[in-house]
């Protein structure tokens, strides 16, 4: 019989980030489809019970916290500590996590520590004659493995976007906190803030409705045999402001940086798509002036609705890749875009 | 901390991201089609954390880099002809298999013992590189797993940028949510930095750190100790390719206006 825990980290507001809210409703999922197994809750932070309190009606059987001024930020020493502690006490079988950067550098460790196994970027789970299968892509999205295991604890690292966010009443969760003891060195790490990129642009979003994807073709020498790299500056940041899109590119382009060619200067390798760069999930996805096949596809592997302006008719992109192919000069249209977005 | 760093990058082969991948049912589980034949490259992260950690050994004076690979020996040695050329490292072989379906505990567990036999190499000292995430597994966890197995208790995910200040302490960029950055500083080594893309490019090929390597690499292959690492536990009940290929419907003769519009409906539809 299985003992699920669901864990999750508050954020600086005290509250839960919404990918724990999808976590959450894996985890009630599971508890549901597993027969005679125990679900419990624990969070992570500065101060837990606000964000206990708002999770109270998940039907989880009992809550749990690690609270503290130590807990409030994200470190890997503290975190790890952390959950470890929450994983003790519960005795758990199956953890479930969401996919945040603070779980992804704390998750491992804490496995290596409890003798479990651990699968990360989850993106399916199903119950099939009482064993759990999960679903995760191997080689950057390329391919999907449906599996299961033996060991236990297993770690449940879950994706956003995968399960709908956990909605239900708030109510008094009643948290017990969990003392953890901190060795002398565990706060050899101090966090000083948090900083954008040096592009003093925010360009990435990861709850637009759109990514807007920016290729090379941009930066390269138009049809009257110059740069427009000022032109192309305002269309694509016109863009993002009109359509409040995130700003995704290939990885020509952010090389350019590097390489010392001409460069976008809002564009750093966190723009990145595909291979070497992130799979962000988005409803729609517009590809401009993107030569990449296979290795740039790979970054759209969960954008839904695709479309792309290329002056290539046989573009990689035309090959199955995008819904629609539009053979134009991305800096007529995307201007002429801007125009009506802005009426 | 008396003297450098001694910096340990782990680091194996992918294949060829041009490359087509397929998967079939091997005698141990899911495999690559023609997994030995395809062209393999340096796992990109992991390359991005080798020249950082080269990038630091030149500035700081006194440090080492190793280079810990886990992956099928003949692999790593059409490998080195082209890494080792870029820049100074001494490499330790792990002979085993590199593709994505093995166990990133296994893994660790092979990476961190063949770390634990480096002759030499300070702890004190010790920075443990690598990628963030695998363009394989792209599980993302190895690394954290390998530092705790050397007792490392501070630990970075998706580094940008590692600056080394007046007083010896570290000033760490890491990627988090949101397209930021969270900023942290380290008292200083023992740490495990897995790296994002950093900030500098691909070395170019230098003939006379490849012959130097070269000293190191051929033995390092030859010494090479077997690291039979599977996926105990696992069982794959199905690995697949997305079956999904769309129907694109190429738009030639609509005027700038026209497709402009058509865009608009479609992103307010």
């Not at chain 1, 489809?33 to 101060?47: D, N, R, T, Y």
């Not at chain 2, 988090?176 to 897995?194: F, H, K, R």
Request: hydrophobic letters at 45%; one cysteine or more; glycine letters at 10%.
């Amino acid at each position: 019989m299985e003992k699920i825990l669901f864990i999750a980290h508050t954020q600086s507001d005290g509250t839960l980030p919404n990918v724990a809210r999808e976590a959450l409703s894996a985890a009630v999922d599971l508890s549901k489809k597993l027969p005679g197994s125990s679900f419990v809750a624990g969070i992570i932070g500065q101060e837990a019970n606000q964000a206990a309190d708002s999770i109270a009606s998940c039907g989880a059987a009992g809550f749990l916290s690690v609270t503290g001024a130590e807990f409030a930020v994200s470190r890997y020493a503290t975190d790890a500590a952390a959950v470890e502690a929450l994983v003790r006490q519960t005795g758990a079988t199956l953890v479930v996590a969401p996919t945040t950067s603070r779980f992804s550098r704390a998750l491992p460790g804490v496995v290596q520590r409890v003798q479990g196994r651990i699968e990360t970027h989850i993106s399916g789970m199903d119950i099939v004659e009482g064993s759990l299968q999960i679903q995760r892509w191997y080689y950057r999205q390329r391919m999907v493995a449906t599996l299961t295991r033996a060991q236990r604890p297993w770690f449940l690292v879950i994706d956003g976007g995968v399960f709908p966010a956990w909605q239900g009443e708030p109510g008094s969760a009643n948290a017990e906190n969990v003392a953890v003891q901190l060795a002398a060195d565990t706060l050899r790490t101090q966090v000083i803030g948090v900083q954008a990129p040096s592009t003093n642009t925010q360009t990435i979003r990861p709850e637009a409705e759109v990514l807007f994807v920016a290729g090379a073709g941009w930066t390269k020498k138009q049809a009257d045999g110059q740069l427009h790299l000022k032109d192309a500056e305002e269309l694509i940041l016109g863009f993002l402001k009109n359509c409040n899109a995130s700003l995704g590119s290939s990885k020509s382009l952010v090389d350019q940086s590097v390489e010392g060619e001409a460069v976008l200067p809002f564009m750093s390798h966190l723009n990145q798509v595909g291979q070497t760069g992130s799979t962000p999930r988005h409803p729609k996805g517009l590809a401009t002036c993107c030569h990449g096949e296979e290795p740039h596809a790979v970054g759209w592997r969960f954008i839904n609705e695709r479309r792309a302006i290329n002056t290539d008719a046989n573009c990689g992109w035309a090959q199955g890749k995008a819904d629609v192919l539009y053979v134009a000069d991305a800096f007529q249209v995307m201007a002429k875009v801007n125009e009506l977005l802005a009426q | 901390m008396n003297g450098g760093f001694h910096i340990v990058v782990c680091g194996s082969i992918v294949p060829d991201p041009l490359q087509t991948l397929a998967p079939i049912e091997g005698p141990t589980g899911p495999a690559l089609k023609n997994e030995l034949m395809l062209p393999a490259v340096l796992d990109p992260w992991a390359g991005h954390a080798l020249y950082e950690a080269a990038n630091l050994a030149k500035n700081v004076p006194d440090s080492k880099v190793w280079l810990v690979s886990l992956g099928p020996k003949a692999k790593l040695q059409q490998l080195m002809m082209s890494i080792a050329q870029k820049v100074s490292f001494e490499l330790v072989v792990l002979d085993g298999p590199a593709g994505g379906f093995t166990d990133p505990c296994e893994v660790a567990a092979a990476l961190a013992g063949g770390i634990n036999g480096i002759a030499g190499l300070d702890r004190s000292r010790l920075l443990l590189f690598g990628g963030c995430s695998s363009a394989s597994r792209d599980a993302g966890v190895t690394m954290q797993m390998v530092a705790e197995q050397l007792g490392i208790g501070d630990q970075f995910l998706g580094v940008d940028e590692l600056t080394i200040q007046a007083d010896g302490s570290m000033k760490l960029l890491e990627r988090i949510e949101g397209g930021q950055y969270q900023v942290s500083t380290c008292t200083g080594a023992p740490a495990m930095l897995a790296w994002a893309t950093g900030n500098l490019p691909e070395p170019p090929n230098n003939p006379q750190i490849g012959m130097m390597n070269m000293r190191t690499v051929m033995p390092a292959l030859q010494k090479a100790q077997p690291a039979p690492v599977g996926a105990a536990g696992v069982s794959y009940l199905g690995v697949e390719l997305p079956k999904q290929r769309r129907e694109t419907r190429i738009v030639k003769d609509l005027s700038v206006d026209e497709v402009a519009r058509e865009i608009v409906e479609w992103l307010k539809g």
